[in-house]
């Protein structure tokens, strides 16, 4: 059983916070305090054109040229990955967290 941690509390009235999040009614004030984290919407598809972009620029002559955009469309997509997986874990804590229903500490 899970009870809440707070020293003065120690409660076992305590809900998922996903759970919880749901069954609050849209028009709650209590709904954006308790919502999940918002995920980076990624957008590989921007960087893999620049990369694809690269290409054509390398192939059709400016190698040079190519090759930056090339290495410009990967670092970009790899900063999207970065930023998407950071906004997953942030996600999956929210989605593990329980919330008290004595003192309304999150934990
Ligand atoms: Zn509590």
């Known amino acids: ?15 998922d916070l996903p759970h919880y999040w ?8 209590l709904k954006p305090k308790y919502a999940p984290p918002a995920g980076g919407a990624a957008s590989y598809w921007a960087s893999l ?3 694809a972009l690269g290409i054509v620029t390398a192939a059709s002559g400016a190698v040079g040229l190519g090759l930056a955009v090339v290495v410009a469309g990967v670092v970009w997509g790899a900063l999207v990955f970065r930023r998407s997986a950071k906004a997953a874990a942030r996600l999956d804590v929210w989605r ?4 008290c229903l004595a003192c309304t500490r999150r934990f």
């Open 49 to 51: 054109a620049v990369v």
């Open 96 to 99: 593990g967290s329980h919330v």
């Open 22 to 29: 749901q069954s609050l009614p849209a028009e709650s004030p």
């Open 1 to 15: 059983m899970v009870v809440c941690p707070q020293a003065d509390c120690g409660s076992s009235n305590v809900a």
